[in-house]
């Protein structure tokens, strides 16, 4: 599977998402976390000389009936079983996994000791990207310009970097050094037919899927549900009340068809779906009492055209391929830094690591820290991190990435059953707090 058959997944799933879905504002796309946990299924696979594409396909069309089973069920409601400890865990291990995949590229290039220099200009134009792409989306905080040219540079700012720093890479003096681009295939699913051949397996072989498809069921559950309810949260003013059940069901039925195709996986996306929500909201700037300026939306254009436009782009764009072959490497990773310090935004456990670091005379008299003393903090936080370094484990390894969804679940329950028995309920109530 490459960058064509991701692109058309994509685009499709995310027009039928948003024609069908219950809420329209959360935007679908491949995740890294799925992305692991395919290459995990590619290399159990692979070990155990089985063909992938069959196996991939009816894993998926297991997760696709159990999706809709648990939507018809109104499963979706126990996701208010998972508070902010879940939440900030799981975003957490987002934002990891977004600026390890841009460091990796970037450390890559030091190894070519032939070209030291390309390296260190990788290097910079990755922070400079991740520099100009954090600035443009925070324009409508400046006191520069008018409104509609502030809102303009917050909204097309990251794509307005991209085009400029691909722009100027191309000048001979910096070409010249050598810069690694984007390579683009022009050749869709590889030459094999267009549906995947799910009956050149065993009736064996099909039900055994099944196991791998609990799993993958788990992460698109947690996942779309997490995604979903940040999307609806109060503090975004919609107007439409929730439906977890019918996005859970329109997610299900897309898997389904994607796996009959034998094309990607598609999933609630995070930061897309916020940085949707924030585009298409009416935003406005209020002082604290502390001095400090917050941004409060004050109102979201709900629709569904504009995410069913998005993704009609994103398959459109399969016709430009030939462009984005000029964008370099080093700039997506400064997108990719951007991203994951985008999902770190309002995470307490990520926010508390922080404080615990600072110099406890100096912090607000709102800090949890304060409420609940150092020593609880820190233990409260330590738990997070370790479960953080488990779920990271696990995924970053191929014999074990097909588990780290359960441990995704085993977090409701820890914090259902086990903290319960280490830390006091004023302590909980303070550090941890039911999503609405």
């Excluded at 400890?85 to 841009?102: M, Q, R």
């Excluded at 799910?198 to 055994?208: A, D, E, N, P």
């Excluded at 995070?270 to 002082?287: A, D, F, G, P």
Aim: charged share 10%; glycine share 6%; with cysteine.
């Amino acid at each position: 599977m490459g960058v064509i058959e991701y692109l058309i997944a994509t685009g499709v799933s995310g027009m039928i998402y948003a024609t069908l879905a219950g809420q329209p504002m959360t935007l679908i796309g491949p995740t890294g976390l799925t992305l692991a946990f395919m290459s995990a299924l590619y290399g159990l696979t692979s070990s155990l000389s089985l063909p992938f594409l069959p196996i991939y396909s009816w894993c998926g069309i297991w997760t696709s009936c159990f999706m809709s089973l648990l939507a018809i069920t109104g499963a979706s409601s126990l996701i208010e079983l998972a508070t902010q400890f879940t939440d900030d865990v799981f975003n957490a291990l987002l934002a990891v996994n977004f600026i390890y995949e841009a460091s990796r590229s970037l450390i890559q290039n030091f190894q070519n000791v032939s070209n030291k220099s390309g390296a260190f200009l990788a290097l910079n134009i990755a922070l400079i990207t991740y520099s100009l792409t954090g600035t443009s989306s925070q324009a409508k905080q400046t006191k520069y310009f008018n409104k509609d040219v502030r809102e303009l540079l917050s909204n097309s700012g990251p794509v307005a970097v991209i085009f400029l720093m691909s722009l100027l890479i191309r000048l001979p003096a910096i070409l010249n050094i050598g810069v690694e681009f984007l390579t683009v295939p022009n050749q869709i699913m590889s030459g094999r037919s267009l549906f995947s051949p799910i009956f050149s397996v065993s009736h064996r072989i099909k039900l055994i899927s099944a196991i791998p498809a609990l799993l993958l069921t788990s992460l698109f559950f947690l996942d779309q549900n997490i995604t979903t309810r940040v999307v609806n949260n109060p503090k975004n003013g919609m107007v439409k009340p929730p439906a977890y059940h019918q996005d859970l069901l329109v997610l299900g039925l897309i898997t389904g068809i994607l796996s009959i195709f034998g094309l990607p996986w598609q999933c609630a996306a995070t930061v897309q779906s916020l940085n949707h929500v924030r585009v298409m909201s009416m935003i406005e700037s209020k002082q604290e009492s502390d001095g400090s300026n917050v941004e409060v939306i004050e109102s979201v254009c709900e629709n569904r055209l504009s995410g069913f436009t998005i993704h009609a782009m994103v398959l459109a764009s399969i016709a430009s391929l030939s462009i984005l072959k000029f964008i370099p490497m080093p700039v997506v990773s400064g997108i990719f830094l951007f991203l994951g310090r985008k999902v770190m935004t309002g995470n307490d456990f990520l926010g508390r690591i922080k404080e615990l670091c600072m110099d406890q005379t100096l912090l607000k008299p709102t800090s949890t820290i304060k409420q609940v003393g150092y020593k609880t903090a820190f233990s409260y936080t330590l738990v997070q991190a370790l479960m953080l370094a488990l779920l990271w484990t696990l995924k970053s390894f191929q014999k074990t990435a097909l588990f780290f969804p359960s441990v995704i679940g085993l977090l409701v329950l820890m914090r259902l059953f086990l903290l319960p028995k280490i830390f006091s309920q004023e302590a909980l109530d303070a550090l941890d707090t039911p999503v609405a």
